[in-house]
Structures are given as structure tokens and as C-alpha cells.
T-cell receptor, first 111, second 114 residues
Framework: GESVGLHLPTLSVQEGDNSIINCAYS??????FIWYKQESGKGPQFIID?????DKRQGQRVTVLLNKTVKHLSLQIAATQPGDSAVYFC??????????FGAGTILRVKS | NAGVMQNPRHLVRRRGQEARLRCSPM?????VYWYRQLPEEGLKFMVY????????ESGMPKERFSAEFPKEGPSILRIQQVVRGDSAAYFC????????????FGPGTRLTVT
């Protein structure tokens, strides 16, 4: 079946350090992946996406890495700030436009 | 440039009543998606619509739930005869069109069934 899972439910990092959030996906047919950030009481906010024909994509302070061989996705946040504290979801598109979300990782940034 | 709009933001219904949730997509977006989120869980896909068409409703419960996206006006998610298990946050997302997969989410409607 379709499932996207995360290895670590909670990640605590010191302000200024780099954060790495990992995600495993199960559907090898998925061709598109997105990372979302969700703050308490708000909707998911698009962070960065990557298509299956790429293995790395960079944005502002964020990098997404895709390893199709082991069906693994990661989000790297450079110089983590208190405002980065949120729940982070990876999502995959197995086809047909719908997204399959993982359970989420809580990122806590310590000042 | 307004984002995805949802209303109401909070909705309280008693068991057996009907809930109607509205979603206006981003300007220029013709594709709408509804997701449900239970506390401390990820979002679960419910339905994908284009104007006047349901494209994929594989995530919709078979009974009591329906969705529409009319030619004019917002998309509506309708839940009839609500039960306590329907209590959740319901999010709407929109995307520009086929082949452009990025979905932008609204702030959600938090439904509480008492």
C-alpha cells in the first residue's frame, strides 16, 4: 500500500545548528515529493519540492535530497532558527495529483 | 495575491447536524483538493476536484460526505449527519493545473462535533 514514514518523531536542535529531517517512502512509482512545514493552528506551508529525475534541490537555507535506490528523502535546514520550530511533513505523489503525507516530525529549536 | 481561503475557520456542530466547509482556491488555480487531519497525525487525502468535475474521490468515506466545485463560487465539502469521529481539521489545497503538482494549502477549518 501507499505509505510515507518518518524515522524520528521529534528532533531537538540548538539554534544555529543544521537540522536534518528524514523520510522513507514506499511507492517506487512516486515521481514528485514535497516538504511542508506546519505551525500550530495553521495550514501546511510549502517549503521545497523535488521531482524524481533529480537527487538534490536547494532553496533558501533548505536542501532536499532524494535517494531513489533506498526510497529515502531528507530535508536539511541550515543555521536553524527559532522560527523553524514546527511539524515537518514529507509528502509523495504516487500519481493522479493526490499527495500521500507522512506522520510528521516535530522540530524544536533551543535558544 | 490572496492565498487559499477557507471558511469558517472553526465550526461546532451537534451530532446529526450538517457541516458545510468552503474553499476558494488561489487566483488562477483550477484544481482543488481536500484533506483531513486528525490530532497529531498527517494529512489524509479525501478528494480532488476540477471545476464541475470530481477527478478522484478515493479518500472520501462512502456515506455522508460529498464535495463539489461549481463553475462559479467556492468548493464545498459537505458532511451530513455528523458524528464525533468527524471532528478534525479539514484542509483545502489548490494547484495551477495538471502536471503542476505543487499544492498550496489554506488555513483549514476545525470541525468539532459535540
Amino acid at each position: 500500500g501507499e505509505s510515507v514514514g518518518l524515522h524520528l518523531p521529534t528532533l531537538s536542535v540548538q539554534e544555529g545548528d543544521n537540522s536534518i529531517i528524514n523520510c522513507a517512502y514506499s511507492n517506487s512509482a512516486s515521481d514528485y515529493f514535497i516538504w511542508y512545514k506546519q505551525e500550530s493552528g495553521k495550514g501546511p506551508q510549502f517549503i521545497i519540492d523535488i521531482r524524481s529525475n533529480m537527487d538534490k534541490r536547494q532553496g533558501q537555507r533548505v536542501t532536499v535530497l532524494l535517494n531513489k535506490t533506498v526510497k529515502h528523502l531528507s530535508l536539511q535546514i541550515a543555521a536553524t532558527q527559532p522560527g523553524d520550530s514546527a511539524v515537518y511533513f514529507c509528502a509523495e505523489s504516487p500519481g493522479g495529483n493526490k499527495l500521500v503525507f507522512g506522520a510528521g516530525t516535530i522540530l524544536r529549536v533551543k535558544s | 495575491n490572496a492565498g487559499v481561503m477557507q471558511n469558517p475557520r472553526h465550526l461546532v456542530r451537534r451530532r446529526g447536524q450538517e457541516a458545510r466547509l468552503r474553499c476558494s482556491p488561489m487566483k488562477g488555480h483550477s484544481h482543488v483538493y481536500w484533506y483531513r487531519q486528525l490530532p497529531e497525525e498527517g494529512l489524509k487525502f479525501m478528494v480532488y476536484l476540477q471545476k464541475e468535475n470530481i477527478i478522484d474521490e478515493s479518500g472520501m468515506p462512502k456515506e455522508r460526505f460529498s464535495a463539489e466545485f461549481p463553475k462559479e463560487g467556492p468548493s464545498i465539502l459537505r458532511i451530513q449527519q455528523v458524528v464525533r469521529g468527524d471532528s478534525a481539521a479539514y484542509f483545502c489545497a489548490s494547484s495551477p493545473g495538471t502536471g503542476q503538482y505543487e499544492q498550496y494549502f489554506g488555513p483549514g477549518t476545525r470541525l468539532t462535533v459535540t
